[in-house]
């Protein structure tokens, strides 16, 4: 991820966390990009990444370029930042009720 910022310094990862089997990212990204571009660009390079760091996985996703599923999930933060950066922090820790979120 800091390669991502390194080239893109406009590209602000304000959080990164992971579970078993996804991420979770708070990235600030201005308004000249697209958040489809922005995805890409993560994918893309944290892809190129993974399969230098890990070759094995060169022949776990043979014939695709990618080890990121098709899709995303994007939601804007607005008010509650403080609340999703917890959320995100609190990922790969036991269930503690903290995938509550209170309604004020």
């Given amino acids: 991820m800091a390669e991502v910022t390194e080239y893109y310094p406009q590209i602000k ?10 991420i979770h990212l708070l990235v600030s990204i201005p ?3 697209g958040v489809g571009k922005v995805i890409g ?18 022949k776990v ?3 695709t370029d990618s080890v990121w599923s098709e899709g995303y999930f994007v939601t804007t933060v607005g008010a509650n930042e403080k609340q999703i950066r917890k959320y995100i922090e609190e990922q790969g820790k036991k269930d503690l009720g903290q995938t ?3 309604i004020d």
Avoid: C, S
């Fill in 31 to 33: 308004p000249t990009m």
């Fill in 61 to 63: 996703y043979w014939g």
């Fill in 100 to 102: 509550l979120f209170e």
């Fill in 41 to 58: 660009i993560i994918k893309a390079n944290t892809a190129r990444q993974i399969k230098q760091k890990f070759p094995f996985v060169k």
């Fill in 13 to 22: 990862l304000k959080e990164v966390n992971h579970d078993k089997d996804h």
